[in-house]
């Protein structure tokens, strides 16, 4: 250490507080602050080492920690699932990386029957610490098979936690949380919202200033991002990001919108949606997976089941109408659950619209 | 280790107390469930899979493990849990579903899990292979010893995690041993029906590992296959396909006469046990004295066991909400 | 106010660039107009077709960002200037 007094930006800890980073680049951050700090993590997946992931995932990981950290696997999900849930078993924490949500259903049994019910199933005596990171979402014409959120599908499971980060300060303390937490975590971050380069303009609202070193933001506690009197649009991934751009647009009619983050579908803060329903009376779910048996209908039972006094209005929602996602721009955009398609929801409810058609 | 005289008189003692074990079990198993078969009735619910005629795997391969070493296996457990050494007691009463169980009776006959001697089942089909493999690399990541053994069934192979897992561990040269126990059927169909080759220790070529196919169902070649392989695994020499032909002389479960089994193909369905138990005798391994106090003792052993089971509370209902997380 | 006592230029290379592309674009600068940063810091993401790259400071200083994010540059472009005093 210099004696020299350092000039105040000369400090890391002043000068380099914070930053403002994209979701991937604060989500490694975590990742690679624990694998520094902790030997047994360690992450597989395809095309990691070098190549980083194919959205950025592991950008240079591979370089600093050396390919027996960073394990580059063949084209073989179900058993580098298999494989990550039995190091976890033997307590290694495996971050196992899944480009692409879609690819579950290639490796599904190896994570909901594997490693999401071993802890059950032996009765607490083996834990499968691991975290699954994966990418989500349509809205770049990738199609039906590389589009889809699958929150629902999940987040179903027991055994797995399930959160979506929706900016960069939750991304990497959400990162930091996953890690550190003795169960699966499906960490899902929206392709589109992550902030890779090429997937176009970033969404500003996922931006944020991330502190150096490491913090955790816990699971289980919903994000009110913007608060609002007449009407709780309750979203989760992109969608939050739709809904902040429909709140705007709402104000400008005179409607006060809270936008309210879930950030984890399991565990769910029921407490939190409760708290900004009943305070508005009003409630739009916005959800990209797909409509029914899902997510939005977990939201609205939550609240019905708790006390349906306090909607005046129907509840509605803005999701994947249940059909697959198209590939063809104008199909695609017409099924997302966009800002004007929320704006609308919220509209109607703000009417009390009863029976003019789904939105 | 070597095949000493010790080894093999544990190696029939193992094999005697998971015929006992299941022989046990199934009578417990059809009470109250004849004259109609109710599956969810009796003392002893939901399916249950024994192990007749294929505890010379369990017995052979375990004798040449390390306390070390990992286990996983399928649906079909009884005779390697008991050659690994699961605890008698817990594990019968986790199989009657009991609070004093390995898992407090979440798991059931399937899903046998004792962490103290490295044992996992899983009841999906070749869902243990991968499994294995990571606690393999773990270990390997460690520094610490320990060896991978998954055991499948032969049907298991036309899994795609078979493929999968294989190629995995012959990439990364991982210490570990796959464990087919052919007793050619998977359920009811037979290995010719299924299989396109004869013997699945033949794939392990394409793997980068090492095949190898042990006839006859005999504890000492399945030892000494078992001893090969884990002396590869442990010396950096990779891992092993090892196919071994078996038994299987019940149905698939209980319930299943296994009436399929007919003309030649019943002639691979011969009793191990009093075989090997012959030979000991005839090489002066044991005498009639002394296996038969054996088999009282284990008999004995595992009567304790059943009662211990029948004697034990059943869980708190409250105890389905505990343990889907780890806290 | 002190005058700057170096002035360190942050500009699009060839490298950057590599082979076959012309152009590329600042997608995200990390720190404001103004910020002090540190030397090695990485500054700001920068898209090449389909691949990002980081940028860093060259010197330990006051950023000056000379081009917006989005907007796309060619070789030699400067993209900020970092004053160390």
């Known amino acids: 250490m210099s004696t020299k007094e350092a000039a105040p930006w000369e400090s890391p800890t002043l000068a380099n507080a914070s930053r403002t980073l994209t979701m991937c680049r604060a989500q490694r951050e975590a990742v690679e602050w624990e694998m520094t700090n902790d030997p047994n993590v360690f992450m597989v997946g395809e095309d990691i080492s070098g190549f980083g992931g194919v959205f950025g995932t592991a950008d240079g990981l591979g370089a600093k920690f050396g390919l027996d950290r960073v394990i580059d696997m063949p084209i073989s999900e179900t058993g580098f699932m298999g494989l990550a849930a039995g190091a976890a078993m033997e307590g290694m924490r495996p971050i196992v990386e899944l480009a692409y949500v879609d690819f579950i259903g290639v490796c599904f049994n190896a994570l909901a029957n594997f490693a999401a019910k071993t802890h059950f199933m032996s009765g607490g005596q083996f834990k499968v610490p691991m975290v699954l990171l994966t990418g989500t979402g349509a809205g770049y014409s990738n199609a039906a098979q590389h589009s889809q959120c699958m929150h629902a599908t999940l987040a179903h499971m027991p055994g797995i936690k399930v959160v979506s980060p929706t900016n960069a300060y939750d991304a990497k303390g959400m990162m930091h949380t996953a890690i550190r937490d003795d169960n699966l975590v499906v960490f899902m971050v929206h392709k589109g919202a992550s902030g890779v380069g090429f997937m176009g303009p970033l969404v500003k609202t996922s931006l944020a200033d991330v502190p150096q070193g490491d913090y955790t933001v816990p699971f289980g506690k919903v994000k009110v991002y913007r608060e609002g009197t007449d009407v709780s649009i309750v979203a989760v991934g992109l969608a939050v990001h739709h809904a902040l751009q429909a709140a705007e647009e709402l104000a400008k009619d005179g409607i006060s919108a809270e936008v309210v983050d879930l950030r984890s579908l399991v565990p769910l803060d029921r407490d939190g949606i409760m708290e900004s329903v009943a305070k508005t009376g009003r409630l739009v779910v916005a959800d990209e997976d797909y409509l029914s048996y899902g997510v939005s209908g977990e939201v609205i039972a939550t609240v019905v089941e708790r006390d349906p006094t306090v909607l005046k209005a129907p509840a509605r929602r803005v999701c994947v109408p249940d059909v697959s996602i198209p590939f063809s721009r104008p199909l695609e955009y017409s099924i997302l659950p966009v800002a004007s398609r929320i704006a609308d929801a919220a509209r109607a409810v703000m009417s009390n619209d009863r029976g003019k058609g789904r939105v | ?327 | 106010m002190t005058e700057a006592k170096d002035v360190f230029e942050v500009r699009v290379t060839k490298e950057t660039l590599g082979e076959g592309s012309e152009s590329g674009s600042i997608i995200l600068w990390m720190y404001p107009e103004g910020a002090r940063v540190q030397r090695g810091d990485v500054i700001a993401e920068f898209l090449v077709d389909k691949i990002t790259l980081e940028i860093q400071a060259p010197a330990t200083g006051v950023l000056r960002i000379k081009v917006p994010a989005e907007l796309a540059v060619a070789d030699g472009a400067l993209l900020a200037l970092i004053e160390s005093y």
């Open chain 2, 1 to 327: 280790m070597s095949l000493t005289s010790d080894v093999r008189r544990k190696m029939y003692e193992v094999m005697v107390r998971s015929r006992a074990f299941d022989d046990r079990l199934t009578e417990q198993y059809w009470i109250d469930k004849k004259p109609i078969f109710a599956f969810g009735a009796g003392p002893l619910p939901g399916e249950l899979h024994t192990s007749h005629g294929q505890e010379p795997v369990g017995a052979g391969v375990c004798a040449a493990l390390l306390a070390d070493d990992m286990i996983t296996t399928g649906h079909r457990p009884h005779h390697i849990a008991v050659a690994r050494g699961v605890d008698l007691k817990s594990l019968t009463a986790e199989i009657f579903g009991r609070k004093t169980g390995l898992s407090g009776g979440r798991g059931g006959h399937m899903h046998i899990y004792d962490k103290r001697v490295n044992f996992s089942s899983s009841g999906i089909i070749a869902e243990g292979l991968g499994p294995a493999a990571g606690m393999a690399l773990a270990r390997k990541m460690q520094g610490k010893p320990g060896i991978g053994i998954s055991f499948i069934g032969e049907g298991a192979v036309n899994q795609g995690a078979f493929h999968e897992v294989m190629n995995i561990v012959g990439v990364f040269k991982l210490p570990f041993i796959c464990v087919i126990e052919d007793n050619k059927y998977a359920v009811t169909t037979h290995k010719s029906a299924s299989t396109a080759t004869e013997r699945n220790s033949d794939r392990a070529t394409c793997y980068g590992m090492t095949g190898e196919f042990v006839s006859g169902n005999d504890p000492d070649l399945i030892y000494a296959a078992a001893e090969r392989a884990v002396t590869r695994a442990r010396t950096g020499g990779g891992g092993t396909i090892l196919e071994v032909e078996t038994a299987r002389l019940l149905g698939h479960f209980m319930g299943d006469p296994g009436g399929y089994i007919t003309g030649e193909r019943k002639l691979y369905q011969v009793d191990p046990i009093p075989i090997y138990r012959r030979r000991l005798i005839d090489e002066n391994i044991l005498t009639e004295a002394t296996a038969s106090a054996l088999e009282l003792a284990v008999n004995t052993e595992v009567n304790e066991a059943m009662r211990f089971a029948a004697e034990s509370p059943f869980p708190d209902p409250i105890d389905a909400l505990n343990c889907t997380f780890a806290d």
